[in-house]
């Protein structure tokens, strides 16, 4: 059994990069499909099934902040605010910004029900909505008194399932006090204006760092680690279909707002998932499809965020909600393509911004 942590574990960042294709093919479907397209079609359906791969984010962000080298209270919190940060100035450029310079078509204004102009209000909802970023920022900063305060693998496994169970129950706890309500919503969503609250979601992460304690008491055997996370998976989706199929409406909801059987079935079958691109990468060649999805992997904050922005602006040209189901298809590679040439010349720029700094005197003697 080795002993020596390895640089990376390839599935990891392989479902990671996977995690990010996916979100810019759902994302792409549900602003610019017709909801008859997302709905009765085999492209929604599709597209849908491939977005239920969402907790394999969430699932090997857990397993790498169990094996990442800064263990420490004060980096995850300062990460964690970082992403929170990142997430409110994303919210601005993808909602604000087109609204503000006039370019928001008025369809999507409309499906909230509002008319324009905005008022203060409005603006603020829309900054303030929950995506995937508030749920990860929020979740490292309480995760990095976990991580240091609970050492058992079996209370992090122990803790996912409870929050899992007692997260439907928590949503009726909310406050008409402006803040106090926003931050009980981003705790436990009853709505869509966090589609991603922390219980239960945050369920996958701990879940993933439960397999993250697992793999490094067994020496960073990744052989062993997703042997061992392919039976769980089984065993989780045993038990969490039978629930969904008995009462779906309460364990699976609107898929944003999952019961505890959700919670149990997807993370089996993203722990099979896993286990699966396992076996694939240690059977198979290094290749290009491969490589892009450790790119993915590598820079999911800043694709996670161009892939929004862009998608969003993109309703100034071709409308909210208006595109057939070819029309959806064709777009689809067009965002993904735009991502990554954006992607890349503002890493370049980022880049030759280095470069050009000057040497100091420190930098000189050090």
Not at 152 to 162: E, M, R
Not at 173 to 191: A, H, K, P
Not at 264 to 272: D, K, M, P, S
Not at 340 to 346: S, T, W
Request: glycine share 8%; proline share 3%.
């Amino acid at each position: 059994m080795s002993t020596i942590k390895p640089n990376r574990i390839l599935a990891i960042d392989f479902g990671r990069g996977f995690s990010v294709i996916a979100m810019i093919l759902v994302h792409t479907l549900w602003i610019h499909a017709r909801q008859d397209v997302q709905s009765d079609t085999f492209l929604g359906h599709f597209i849908h099934f491939v977005g239920r791969g969402t907790p394999v984010f969430l699932i090997t962000m857990g397993v790498s902040f169990m094996i990442s080298r800064n263990q420490d209270i004060k980096s995850a919190v300062k990460r964690g605010i970082m992403i929170l940060g990142v997430a409110y100035l994303m919210n601005f450029l993808k909602f604000l910004a087109p609204i503000l310079v006039g370019l928001m078509p008025d369809s999507f204004i409309a499906a909230y029900g509002w008319e324009m102009p905005l008022n203060l209000e409005k603006y603020t909802y829309l900054l303030l909505t929950g995506d995937i970023l508030q749920l990860a920022g929020v979740s490292l900063l309480l995760l990095a008194l976990i991580r240091a305060y609970l050492k058992n693998k079996f209370i992090l496994l122990g803790l996912a399932i409870l929050i899992a169970f007692i997260a439907p129950e928590l949503r009726s706890i909310q406050s008409e006090i402006f803040g106090v309500n926003y931050i009980t919503q981003l705790l436990w969503s009853d709505g869509y204006w966090v589609y991603f609250p922390v219980f239960p979601w945050i369920s996958f992460i701990l879940l993933g760092m439960f397999f993250g304690k697992w793999y490094v008491e067994k020496g960073y055997n990744q052989n062993e680690l997703f042997k061992r996370m392919g039976i769980v998976g089984l065993v989780f989706i045993a038990v969490g279909a039978p629930l969904v199929f008995m009462n779906e409406a309460y364990h699976f909801n609107d898929f944003f707002h999952l019961g505890p059987g959700g919670v149990i079935y997807l993370a089996g079958w993203n722990f099979t998932v896993l286990s699966m691109f396992h076996w694939m990468l240690t059977r198979t060649k290094d290749n290009f499809l491969y490589r892009s999805f450790y790119y993915c992997s590598k820079h999911v904050t800043s694709l996670y965020v161009i892939q929004w922005v862009l998608i969003c602006w993109g309703m100034v040209i071709f409308g909210f909600q208006s595109k057939s189901e070819f029309g959806t298809i064709l777009l689809m590679p067009l965002f993904m393509g735009l991502t990554f040439v954006i992607h890349f010349y503002i890493g370049k720029i980022m880049d030759m911004s280095r470069s050009n700094k000057p040497i100091t005197k420190g930098r000189l003697t050090s």
